[in-house]
């Protein structure tokens, strides 16, 4: 078990951490060196886990001590370019970098309280004060650029120099002029720049829910949820793929990263489908879509669902409950295409004299569900997710100390805390990044200009509002983290849903989707090429056949923004028909894509059975007929006109 386990968390460092090329983005730090990185790592785990425990500090402290850490470890770990020199040194410009993040944001730390007792925009900033945030704000951006990439510093330069010098830009995107006093105060000396609701976040529920997940992968929770996968759906038709999508789904509960998810499980996985008869492409593309949904699977979800909740001023467990019936007809869908590709194909299962049975392995790991049912439990109850997290470590160290199967002792403890910041720094930094974008957006005013762009291009549509709105969520996604995609979106695109009539609920549920899906949509999916390099396919390939396994999530948020019955909002008996004549609807659409329902469809039935399941799908007694007829008339087709149509793929 234990070397099934530090195999998978050599899997994610091989792919998560390197770059497009495979060029190694980090450090392999060794000696006294690697052990002042990982005590800086403990000690930031340690800072969160005794705010967890005791309450958190005032706003900003909280906030620049997290991101100090933050920044101290990525010019520790991440060298300054890819195709730079391994060293198992830190060289001499990055301990300067190291040194400045600690002085400049330890200002911030120990001044919290003046800061946030001055009077803004009043009291003028100090030549110090300035040339902290400059620095800061520079190192920021180097810190971003290396964990990031490139396409995040140039959308946030691109909004620097306009909130510098978009006074002298002509016509309506022009905005008033604002000196640098006024910006260095407005995004590093209040909580709407930096500092504002995104790094607030991650420095309080988002950084537990990261050390978490470290936990359960160093008990060896993750090992035991693939085991339970291979055991409960291995002997079925297509079992490797099954396993893959089922495997991925538990695993989402604890990963919010989709290329984090897809090389875990997928190691294991992708080799197993290709073994059985699956070709490659379409194995990466089963593991990369199946991992992606892991960031829209509740109880824990990707890290943008906390941001979502604060937007809205929501308990989480609202989000989490709202987000169920979407990610079931997500993994319906997948599930259904896996097991139509397998029928057609002629794919068998695996050995039943080579599996062990499920009963066995839940026997050996059930209790791993304990720390997620903690959460679940405690959310329900009203407790906070700081509070809720905190628990789910608890229980979680419980598990692997009375657990036959996990070997939890003091020295795995120390390695979760140091593995758990390191896993903080992307979103961490995407946080504090965005918020240079936001706070550009809000004392500038281009957000609003934005929304009424949108929406006069739409022509006041709301359809076609949507569609643009989607857009612009996978472009951002493709070059962004999904929480920064998602993020930079609050104050662009969601105003000019809600003012159309979209409920704030689905506005932000809808950009969320298209933010998580960019992971698998093409040309810059980072989750299939993740995948594609594990099953030796090509990215493309990989990532088109993604495309089309991951179909549910491009068509649900769209019915979701109409009917919110999905969303669990509205009358029981509602959201009961809504939900079974979608779960109808999104089993045609898999039947549609992969061409098979009970023999291969011709290319007519096809169109036809994808008008009816989006139909079917659409919430309303009218639309809910006309798509059963539609679908039972395809169905009556197919079985009275059984000749053979097999074909390879």
């Known amino acids: 078990m234990e070397k099934s386990n530090q195999q998978t968390q050599l899997d994610v460092e091989k792919h998560e951490d390197y770059d497009d090329d495979g060029q190694a983005k980090l450090?392999?730090?060794?000696?006294?060196?690697?052990?002042?990185?990982?005590?800086?790592?403990?000690?930031?785990?340690?800072?969160?886990?005794?705010?967890?425990?005791?309450?958190?500090?005032?706003?900003?402290?909280?906030?620049?001590?997290?991101?100090?850490?933050?920044?101290?470890?990525?010019?520790?770990?991440?060298?300054?370019?890819?195709?730079?020199?391994?060293?198992?040194?830190?060289?001499?410009?990055?301990?300067?970098?190291?040194?400045?993040?600690?002085?400049?944001?330890?200002?911030?730390?120990?001044n919290a309280t003046d800061i946030a007792a001055r009077m803004t925009y009043i009291e003028p900033l100090s030549g110090l004060q300035i040339g902290l945030a400059i620095v800061g704000g520079l190192i920021l951006i180097e810190a971003t650029r290396r964990v990031i990439g490139n396409v995040l510093v140039i959308i946030i330069a691109l909004f620097l120099l306009y909130g510098i010098f978009g006074d002298k830009l002509p016509g309506p995107i022009a905005h008033g002029g604002f000196d640098l006093q006024w910006i260095t105060d407005h995004l590093f000396f209040t909580t709407t720049g930096v500092f504002s609701t995104p790094l607030g976040v991650s420095a309080t529920f988002i950084f537990l829910f990261i050390l978490f997940g470290k936990f359960l992968e160093v008990s060896g929770a993750g090992q035991f949820f693939i085991d339970l996968s291979v055991s409960a759906m291995g002997r079925y038709r297509g079992g490797p793929a099954k396993v893959a999508v089922v495997a991925s789904a538990i695993m989402g509960t604890i990963s919010g990263s989709a290329v984090a998810n897809t090389v875990t499980t997928g190691a294991f996985t992708i080799p197993m489908m290709k073994k059985t008869g699956y070709k490659g492409h379409f194995a990466g593309a089963v593991e990369s879509v199946a991992s992606t949904g892991g960031q829209i699977t509740p109880p824990i979800m990707g890290a943008s669902a906390f941001i979502i909740a604060s937007y809205l001023g929501v308990p989480y467990i609202e989000i989490a409950i709202a987000a169920i019936i979407p990610a079931v007809l997500f993994y319906i869908s997948v599930f259904m295409q896996v097991d139509l590709r397998a029928k057609r194909i002629g794919l068998h299962g695996l050995n039943k004299e080579n599996l062990e049975s499920m009963w066995s392995v839940f026997k050996k790991g059930f209790i791993f569900f304990l720390p997620l049912i903690v959460i679940v439990v405690m959310l329900a109850g009203g407790s906070s997710p700081m509070r809720a997290g905190l628990f789910a470590i608890g229980a979680t160290i419980l598990v692997g100390i009375i657990n036959r199967i996990a070997k939890m002792d003091l020295k795995s403890i120390v390695k979760a805390l140091d593995l758990g910041a390191r896993a903080s720094l992307e979103t961490a930094i995407a946080c504090a990044a965005a918020g240079l974008i936001v706070g550009v957006i809000g004392f500038t005013g281009i957000g609003l200009q934005f929304s009424s762009l949108i929406i006069s291009l739409a022509g006041g549509v709301l359809l076609i509002t949507l569609v643009l709105t989607a857009i612009t969520s996978i472009i951002l996604g493709m070059g962004l983290p999904t929480v920064a995609a998602y993020i930079v979106q609050v104050p662009l695109t969601i105003p000019a849903l809600i003012e159309l009539g979209v409920s704030p609920l689905a506005a932000h549920f809808f950009v969320f989707y298209f933010a998580s899906i960019s992971a698998i949509t093409p040309p810059v999916a980072l989750a299939a090429f993740a995948a594609s390099g594990i099953a030796g396919s090509d990215p493309m390939k990989t990532s088109l056949s993604a495309l089309k396994l991951g179909i549910a999530a491009f068509i649900v948020p769209f019915i979701f923004v109409y009917g919110e019955q999905l969303l669990l909002v509205g009358s029981p008996g509602d959201i009961i028909l809504a939900t079974v004549t979608a779960i109808i609807g999104i089993i045609g659409v898999a039947a549609a894509v992969e061409g098979w329902v009970l023999r291969n469809a011709f290319w007519y039935e096809r169109i036809l059975l994808f008008i009816g399941s989006i139909i079917m799908i659409m919430t309303g007694i009218w639309t809910d007929l006309i798509g059963i007829v539609i679908l039972a008339g395809i169905y009556l087709l197919q079985r009275f006109y059984r000749k053979d149509l097999l074909t390879g793929i």
């Open 27 to 110: 450090r392999l730090l060794g000696g006294k060196a690697g052990l002042i990185i990982s005590i800086l790592a403990i000690a930031m785990s340690l800072f969160h886990l005794y705010t967890g425990l005791f309450g958190v500090f005032e706003s900003i402290l909280q906030r620049s001590a997290h991101l100090g850490f933050a920044l101290m470890l990525v010019f520790a770990i991440y060298k300054p370019a890819s195709k730079a020199a391994d060293s198992k040194s830190i060289p001499w410009y990055d301990w300067l970098l190291i040194l400045s993040s600690g002085l400049i944001y330890s200002y911030f730390v120990f």
